[in-house]
């Protein structure tokens, strides 16, 4: 159980120390200037966060710790040859820095397996609400209530040394992973299937257990769930759900308290509740199309509807990237080598083919592209998870691996509370020299 541990913190020390280096010779060195319109337009592409795991690029997309998406489908440990690459190998990647042999993946596996018992009380909070509660509503709750279980918290009212923070952050982090494919197969068997619960199987990986819990036990489901939490596991420091994980830890908060925070963030409709959207989006334009074979000038028209009521079409554009997101292109590519025929999946492919130039006639959409939510929610539809607001829940449970990751760098280097300036817009106004300086 300790080698994992073990192996980051003989990577980690050299980091830590390399951060106090820099802090200390550095710390004036300047980064670069803000603009007004960076601070209006939601802090974009502002350099003010540390964060180790990934790295997004405006025109290559995520790479985890140097790694395309591409890459790691070749590199990572699966559990077939041909099959999808285990997220417990890109868990390890982001934590060590190093592409993991099998062993190191089996052992993670393995000791996630012998932490994944969740509390009675966690199922008692989900079943204390209403089983219509939104299942964001429900994981959230089940998260922020095993900070009962938090080692980090009774470590630091013990009064632990500051240095040894990381060592009590990895442990609750490695325990909430562990238990979370657990929490959201309960909530998936509470609402959609009278409340008849499978037991996890010991002898599985995180993500097929996830499957198997949730009822379904065909390879391909496992495969895509497998795919689904490496694609969404992270995506830099800055998007909402990691940020928000981010803030709330360096005010000392345990795994638990940050995480239910950045999983309150990621429900929101402009984060990780997209996909949901664009099956909406989808099934609303075929019935009112009547078809659900439409053809390419259909959706075309539909777009131009949508553009035309002042609504967006979901799943394209992205505040970073400006090409067709590399998580969209594996799992197109999963689909051509799984799916021989869907509609709702051709119906995705249709949309990609029409959407780009319309969007990009308009002259006010800087990435006309499609992000990974215009097509996973189609695929999960495919193989028969068709209750469209639970995949939210989805998300979060792969969005664990990056967060938490980057919560054991934030505790390892010591990070203080965040804490940026904030001004009235008379300031703002004043800086940019505007004679007006009345409150508005």
Same mark, same amino acid.
């Given at each position: 159980? +300790?080698?994992?541990?073990?192996?980051?913190?003989?990577?980690?020390?050299?980091?830590?120390?390399?951060?106090?280096?820099?802090?200390?010779?550095?710390?004036?060195?300047?980064?670069?200037?803000?603009?007004?319109?960076?601070?209006?337009?939601?802090?974009?592409?502002?350099?003010?966060?540390?964060?180790?795991?990934?790295?997004?690029? =405006?025109?290559?997309?995520?790479?985890? $710790?140097?790694?395309?998406?591409?890459?790691?489908?070749?590199?990572?440990?699966?559990?077939?040859?041909?099959?999808? @690459?285990? @997220?417990?190998?890109?868990?390890?990647?982001?934590?060590?820095?190093?592409?993991?042999?099998?062993?190191?993946?089996?052992?993670?596996?393995?000791?996630?397996?012998? $932490?994944?018992? !969740?509390?009675?009380? &966690?199922?008692?909070?989900?079943? =204390?609400?209403?089983?219509? *509660?939104?299942?964001?509503?429900?994981?959230?709750?089940?998260?922020?209530?095993?900070?009962?279980?938090? !080692?980090?918290?009774?470590?630091?009212?013990? #009064?632990?040394?500051?240095?040894?923070?990381?060592?009590?952050?990895?442990?609750?982090?490695?325990?909430?992973?562990?238990?979370?494919?657990?929490?959201?197969?309960?909530?998936?068997?509470?609402?959609? %299937?009278?409340? +008849?619960?499978?037991?996890?199987?010991?002898?599985?990986?995180?993500?097929?257990?996830?499957?198997?819990?949730? #009822?379904? +036990?065909?390879?391909?489901?496992?495969?895509?769930?497998?795919?689904?939490?490496?694609?969404?596991?992270?995506? +830099?420091?800055?998007? !909402? *759900?990691?940020?928000?994980?981010?803030?709330?830890?360096?005010?000392?908060?345990? &795994?638990?308290? *940050?995480?239910?925070? #950045?999983?309150?963030?990621?429900?929101?409709?402009? %984060? #990780?509740? =997209?996909?949901?959207?664009?099956?909406?989006?989808?099934?609303?334009?075929?019935?009112?199309?009547?078809?659900?074979?439409?053809?390419? =000038?259909?959706?075309?028209?539909?777009?131009?509807?949508?553009?035309?009521?002042?609504?967006?079409?979901?799943?394209?554009?992205?505040?970073?990237?400006?090409?067709?997101?590399?998580?969209?292109?594996?799992?197109?590519?999963?689909?051509?080598?799984?799916?021989?025929?869907?509609?709702?999946?051709?119906?995705?492919?249709?949309?990609?083919?029409?959407?780009?130039?319309?969007?990009? &006639?308009?002259?006010?959409?800087?990435?006309?592209?499609?992000?990974?939510?215009?097509?996973?929610?189609?695929?999960?539809?495919?193989?028969?998870?068709?209750?469209?607001?639970?995949?939210?829940?989805?998300?979060?449970?792969?969005?664990?691996?990056?967060?938490?990751?980057?919560?054991?760098?934030?505790?390892?280097?010591?990070?203080?509370?965040?804490?940026?300036?904030?001004?009235?817009?008379?300031?703002?106004?004043?800086?940019?020299?505007?004679?007006?300086?009345?409150?508005?």
């Amino acid at each position: 159980m +300790e080698y994992i541990k073990n192996r980051f913190y003989e990577k980690a020390i050299k980091c830590s120390a390399e951060f106090q280096r820099i802090k200390k010779d550095y710390g004036d060195v300047v980064l670069g200037q803000v603009t007004i319109d960076q601070v209006f337009s939601g802090m974009k592409g502002i350099p003010a966060l540390l964060t180790e795991t990934s790295k997004l690029d =405006a025109n290559e997309g995520i790479r985890f $710790r140097g790694y395309s998406i591409q890459e790691l489908q070749q590199k990572l440990p699966k559990m077939q040859d041909d099959g999808e @690459p285990l @997220p417990e190998g890109l868990f390890y990647l982001m934590m060590i820095g190093e592409i993991p042999e099998n062993d190191d993946v089996i052992n993670i596996s393995k000791d996630w397996a012998t $932490r994944n018992h !969740v509390p009675q009380y &966690a199922f008692d909070v989900i079943d =204390a609400l209403p089983k219509n *509660s939104r299942p964001m509503t429900q994981f959230s709750c089940a998260i922020l209530s095993m900070a009962y279980d938090s !080692v980090f918290q009774k470590a630091y009212r013990a #009064g632990v040394n500051k240095k040894f923070y990381w060592d009590f952050m990895y442990e609750d982090v490695m325990t909430l992973i562990a238990r979370l494919p657990r929490i959201a197969a309960y909530i998936y068997r509470r609402m959609y %299937h009278n409340g +008849e619960h499978i037991e996890p199987n010991p002898t599985l990986d995180w993500a097929g257990n996830l499957a198997h819990m949730m #009822g379904f +036990e065909s390879t391909e489901v496992k495969r895509l769930l497998r795919l689904f939490m490496v694609t969404h596991a992270d995506h +830099e420091g800055g998007n !909402v *759900s990691a940020h928000a994980t981010h803030l709330v830890g360096s005010a000392l908060s345990n &795994a638990y308290y *940050s995480f239910a925070a #950045g999983m309150v963030g990621l429900a929101g409709p402009l %984060h #990780g509740f =997209a996909n949901q959207e664009v099956m909406d989006w989808i099934f609303e334009m075929n019935e009112q199309l009547g078809t659900d074979e439409a053809t390419d =000038a259909q959706i075309a028209a539909y777009i131009e509807q949508t553009l035309l009521q002042g609504r967006v079409v979901p799943g394209y554009g992205h505040a970073v990237l400006r090409i067709t997101d590399p998580r969209f292109t594996i799992l197109q590519e999963f689909a051509e080598k799984y799916i021989a025929n869907d509609k709702i999946v051709n119906t995705v492919n249709a949309i990609y083919r029409v959407a780009p130039p319309i969007l990009e &006639a308009t002259g006010k959409i800087k990435n006309p592209w499609p992000n990974v939510d215009a097509i996973s929610g189609a695929l999960l539809n495919h193989f028969g998870i068709t209750e469209h607001n639970f995949y939210t829940v989805l998300f979060g449970v792969s969005r664990a691996l990056g967060v938490m990751a980057s919560l054991v760098f934030d505790r390892l280097y010591n990070l203080p509370i965040e804490r940026p300036s904030s001004f009235p817009l008379s300031w703002f106004q004043e800086k940019a020299e505007v004679n007006k300086k009345g409150n508005c």
